[in-house]
Antibody, heavy 121, light 110 residues
Framework: QVQLVQSGAEVKKPGASVKVSCKASGYTFTSYGFNWVRQAPGQGLEWMGWISAYNGNTNYTQKFQDRVIMTTDTSTSTAYMELRSLRSDDTAVYYC??????????????WGQGTPVTVSA | QSVLTQSPSASGTPGQRVTISCSGS????????VNWYQHLPGTAPKLLIYSNYQRPPGVPDRFSGSKSGTSASLAISGLQSEDEADYYCAAWDDSLHGWVFGGGTKLTVL
């Protein structure tokens, strides 16, 4: 069965970076992509971007364009989302979700469990 | 401020039918299909409806979706206490070249 298992909770200081992992199993890793979605406390869901596990192509939302790097490692079937220059308003739960081979392809049938990231001095 | 607009709250009693609406634009809902997600606190979101009205395996037929022009709706019939959750619509936005979500509707089962 398809499983996405994310890394554990993180606490970071403002200005630091965080790298969240999402290990996939139960399917052919390179046949799909990954979307990253976050939810800040008391806020709604926010799409951050997409990466192809086939060729590494990315599509980031403009808000995070300068601070986010999404990568994949096919040898370990793991997707990564790194967010730099963290601010307090980056405090959120970060989710990976399996997507398609294009950024606009449907996603959300399979999700990771979420990784809480707290940014605090 | 979310690109897609949803009412912040909705409520109903067990057995009732509730409708949650989602309004967008010509570049989002007007040119793309709509997905709906159910989100319970502390859990991952769940895909409830995709491509406007399709249900993934395992989603009860009490949940239905529709779309007209630049708006979409999620209907829940035979409301149950376990339906109490946050519901989000989402669509691809051709102008923004990305997925956009509604602000979410918190459904309370009275």
């Amino acid at each position: 069965q398809v499983q996405l298992v994310q890394s554990g909770a993180e606490v970071k200081k403002p200005g630091a970076s965080v790298k969240v992992s999402c290990k996939a199993s139960g399917y052919t890793f390179t046949s799909y992509g990954f979307n990253w979605v976050r939810q800040a406390p008391g806020q709604g869901l926010e799409w951050m971007g997409w990466i192809s596990a086939y060729n590494g192509n990315t599509n980031y939302t403009q808000k995070f364009q300068d601070r986010v790097i999404m990568t994949t490692d096919t040898s370990t079937s793991t997707a990564y989302m790194e967010l730099r220059s963290l601010r307090s308003d980056d405090t959120a739960v970060y989710y990976c979700a399996r997507g398609g081979d294009r950024p606009h392809t449907l996603f959300g049938l399979f999700w990771g469990q979420g990784t809480p990231v707290t940014v605090s001095a | 401020q979310s690109v897609l607009t949803q009412s912040p709250s909705a409520s109903g009693t067990p057995g009732q039918r509730v409708t949650i609406s989602c309004s967008g634009s010509s570049s989002s809902i007007g040119s793309s299909s709509v997905n709906w997600y159910q989100h319970l606190p502390g859990t991952a979101p769940k895909l409830l409806i995709y491509s406007n009205y399709q249900r993934p395996p395992g989603v009860p037929d009490r949940f239905s979706g529709s779309k007209s022009g630049t708006s979409a709706s999620l209907a829940i019939s035979g409301l149950q206490s376990e339906d109490e959750a946050d519901y989000y619509c989402a669509a691809w936005d051709d102008s923004l070249h990305g997925w956009v979500f509604g602000g979410g509707t918190k459904l309370t089962v009275l």
